[in-house]
């Protein structure tokens, strides 16, 4: 569990804003170094060329599949969401992978500040709130209308709407939760296959061989499963929002 | 759990380098470079858009201009058609016309011989009547001595020419 502890760095323990502390972190100086790596990505997709370059090409395939994405599940309207949409699905992307990098052979130790509830639970927060600002300004109080799906017969009025509630109410916390918990869960399965390997070395040869090999085939195959993860949950993330916009955007 | 145990202690700074380095992200790339980047996306969409347009209108040109052609090479065939036809047609109105003359000329000629024929099959009927008159006229002189002039001669022959 040490991975995920926060340690404030540079002597900043004790730097505070109106009482509250904003020490700059492990956590804090992750969040920059993906905020740079992706500003550097970008810089690459920025040539503007008519005939693009695989850097450029890669970048503009990341545009190409928020844009295509969001005209996918939002329409036409969609476009205008696009910065946001590509910035936390970037923004998600790069930390997860990061965080999964193999620093610690040189003595860094990767911080994966997606793994921390505090931090999905403002993104989350900030996807939601958009939908309610979208939603209420495009539609106003019409916007209730969503808690009422089509062909809702009268006789139901009195459930259906609480049930499209709570669920429209949950959205916040399960997109918050299933990015941490993913991210956690991942690392720790591979912080506990790890000690397998190394405490069954320790134990013995026998024991090294038997059980140490068997956990350290598996844990470079959860690896793999952990970019892959790490990939699927910057999408899910972007998906939802997106899906969640559209209710904004298009009631039902 | 740091995730927890540490939350009271570290919630603020969290939530403030979330907000820093995701607004940095936010404003400076999400609305500053991305937008752009979907420009150049858009103009090369449109160039291609636009090069296929170009290209689809050349093909719909050429296309004309075939049509053209094929048009005019069809109307100047019927005209080396009806120009052959009527060649065709003074050619044989002409030898037609030779023919004609031709075959007119024969027939004058047929019938400027038949009438030769006719005069000499005449002529060669007389000398025979004259000759065959005279050949009676001796032969009755030698056979009774009686003299028989020339005109009963010519018309006892003459009759039994006719009769015989």
Redesign the interface.
């Known amino acids: 569990m040490h991975q995920f502890t926060i340690e404030p760095l540079f002597g900043t323990d004790h730097l505070s804003i109106a009482g509250y502390n904003i020490a700059f972190t492990n956590s804090a100086l992750w969040m920059a170094i993906t905020a740079v790596v992706l500003w550097v990505f970008m810089l690459g997709g920025m040539k503007r060329q008519l005939v693009p370059g695989r850097w450029q090409m890669a970048v503009e395939s990341m545009t190409g599949f928020i844009d295509s994405m969001l005209a996918a599940n939002i329409g036409p309207a969609g476009r205008k969401y696009v910065p946001y949409i590509f910035s936390i699905f970037m923004f998600i992307l790069f930390a997860n992978l990061l965080g999964l990098l193999p620093l610690g052979l040189f003595g860094i130790h990767p911080f994966t500040f997606t793994s921390h509830f505090t931090v999905t639970g403002v993104l989350a927060i900030m996807s939601f709130s958009i939908v309610l600002i979208v939603g209420f300004w495009r539609h106003g109080l019409h916007f209730f209308s969503l808690f009422v799906p089509h062909g809702t017969p009268i006789w139901l009025m009195w459930l259906i709407p609480v049930i499209e509630l709570i669920s429209f109410l949950v959205r916040p916390f399960s997109l918050g939760l299933r990015l941490f918990v993913a991210m956690m869960a991942g690392h720790v399965l591979l912080e506990v296959l790890s000690s397998f390997v190394i405490d069954s070395a320790n134990a013995g040869a026998a024991y090294g061989v038997l059980i140490g090999g068997p956990s350290f085939i598996l844990m470079i195959a959860i690896c793999a499963l952990e970019v892959l993860v790490a990939g699927i949950q910057a999408y899910v993330f972007a998906l939802l929002t997106s899906l969640y916009l559209n209710d904004a955007e298009n009631l039902h | 759990?740091?995730?927890i145990a540490?939350?009271a202690?570290?919630?603020?700074?969290?939530?403030?380098?979330?907000?820093?380095?995701?607004g940095?992200?936010?404003f400076?790339?999400?609305?500053g470079?991305?937008?752009?980047?979907?420009?150049?996306?858009d103009?090369?969409d449109r160039?291609i858009a636009d090069d296929l347009a170009a290209a689809e209108r050349a093909r719909q040109e050429a296309d004309a201009q075939d049509e053209a052609y094929r048009a005019k090479a069809e109307a100047s065939r019927a005209e080396a058609l009806k120009l052959t036809q009527a060649a065709k047609a003074d050619a044989t109105a002409e030898s037609d016309k030779t023919l004609a003359k031709a075959d007119a000329e024969s027939a004058e000629a047929l019938s400027a011989a038949e009438a030769r024929i006719a005069a000499a099959t005449a002529q060669a009927l007389g000398e025979i009547e004259s000759v065959a008159a005279e050949a009676a006229q001796d032969m009755v002189a030698k056979l009774s001595g009686a003299k028989v002039n020339a005109a009963d001669a010519a018309k006892a022959v003459k009759a039994a020419l006719a009769n015989g």
């Open positions: 759990m740091p995730q540490q939350l202690a570290t919630y603020s700074s969290q939530i403030f380098w979330l907000l820093l380095t995701f940095f992200v936010f400076v790339i999400g609305l470079m991305v937008p752009k980047i979907q420009g150049t996306v103009r090369r160039q």
